[in-house]
């Protein structure tokens, strides 16, 4: 069969390889899975870089642990008229060592779903992880028939079935969204009220803005930035990432304002483990939008600093560089 497989953690253009590999055999109480579409999520592309200090756990891995497909072999003690059933599969690489990203894969029986004729191969394939980890977070704590239910990042994978699992138990759902642009795409059958969520909008700070036209202002500054850095947990996060490489451009794009810098910080760290990046830079920040007043602030002190008329680092940092 045609795989993608890793017998080494790392980035994925180091370890990744695709090639043939020979046909898994279901064994007892297993089917095996003829996959159409594979389900990636973070956690497959956090065990192969080894976040957070994960070893191998198998020799090789395939990675993925949802998919949707059909099923094309049983073994004993699975009923035979399972074959051609059309089945979502969760945790294929849940403790076990090969997953989705194959055209075939085995699993336990109970693990392959029955999917609708009426719902796609790209649905089946996200009701793994993010499905299971949406109906936990809903119903941990009992029913919510008759009870208010807010839901953060209701237009991502988890966010948006939590959303539809609480409206179909009979609660009220209330969502937030990132930018005021995407309350447009709430659906309103299933959430009740949408608020824009934005690192100034949503909190108030009795902080005034950081300014940098001082050396003491540029001080403080930079020791923000130090303490942030203490607490970011990126793979290949360095000393002075912040602090040197990116004091300007995190000045501008927050304009001081400390609620804009923890709102570009937080997502441009959420963007740097999805793509597997593992580090905060110019680029993958430029791919970041942050909140509102920030972005309409940032042009006029932006071009301040690339032109060398303002900066960020006091003079003992500029000195040691």
Known sequence: MLASWYDDQGPAADVLHVGELPDPVPGPGEVRVRVTVSGVNPGDT?????????????????????????IDAVGAQVDVHRVGQRVWVYGAQSYRPFGTAAQYTVIPDHQAAPLPDHLSDELGASLGIPGITAHRTVFADGPVDGQLVLVHGVLGGVGSLAAQLAHRAGATVLATVRRTADLDR????????????????????????????????????????LALEQRIVLIDAYPGMLADDLSDYLFARSTGHIGSLMTLVNRGCQRAQRTGAERLTRDLLAQVR???????????????????????????ARAAR
Do not use: C
């Open 46 to 70: 956090k065990k192969r870089r080894g976040w957070l200090g994960s070893s191998m756990p198998y020799p090789r891995v395939i990675p993925h642990s949802d998919a949707a497909g059909v």
């Open 290 to 316: 942050n909140d509102e007043a920030a972005e309409h602030a940032r042009t006029e002190l932006e071009y301040a600093l690339q032109a060398g008329k303002a900066t960020s680092r006091p003079r003992s």
């Open 186 to 225: 709430v659906d309103p059958a299933v959430v009740s009220h949408a608020f824009a969520q934005t690192g100034r909008r949503t909190t108030r700070l009795d902080v005034p803005p950081f300014t940098i036209d001082s050396e003491q202002g540029r001080r403080h500054w930079r020791q923000l930035l």
